[in-house]
């Protein structure tokens, strides 16, 4: 094979190379193209994910303050439960004083 065959043979093969990579862009190109259709389906998909978020951090954001008063609530209603026991220890160690105070006085 002498200089020019080579060179030749060299050119072909370089542009065989070259069209088959054209044409693999092309294909995949191609196939991973996208149409402003799906691109109007993408914006409302975002759109629609945004508006369910932030739908979402309002009901947490409620559930939070909803979670917040009822603990307050509850702690109140302890505090009250506790003043009533307190008091109805109190009545009762009062009534058993009467009673006792009571039978002694009967008893004399």
């Known amino acids: 094979m002498n200089r020019t065959e080579f060179i030749i043979t060299t050119a072909i093969i370089l542009f065989v190379a070259f069209l088959m990579g054209w044409f693999?862009?092309?294909?995949?190109?191609?196939?991973?193209?996208?149409?402003?259709?799906?691109?109007?389906?993408?914006?409302?998909?975002?759109?629609?994910?945004h508006e369910a978020e932030e739908t979402?951090?309002?009901?947490i954001t409620y559930l939070q303050q909803r979670?917040?008063?009822?603990t307050n609530q509850l702690s109140q209603t302890e505090a009250e439960l506790s003043a009533a026991m307190?008091?109805?220890?109190?009545?009762?160690?009062e009534a058993e004083e009467?009673?006792?105070?009571?039978?002694?006085v009967q008893g004399d």
């Open 24 to 49: 693999a862009h092309w294909l995949i190109h191609r196939f991973t193209r996208v149409s402003q259709g799906d691109l109007s389906e993408l914006d409302n998909m975002a759109k629609s994910l």
């Open 56 to 59: 979402r951090d309002q009901a």
């Open 67 to 70: 979670e917040a008063e009822m």
């Open 86 to 93: 307190d008091g109805l220890r109190a009545a009762r160690q």
């Open 98 to 104: 009467l009673r006792s105070y009571i039978d002694r």
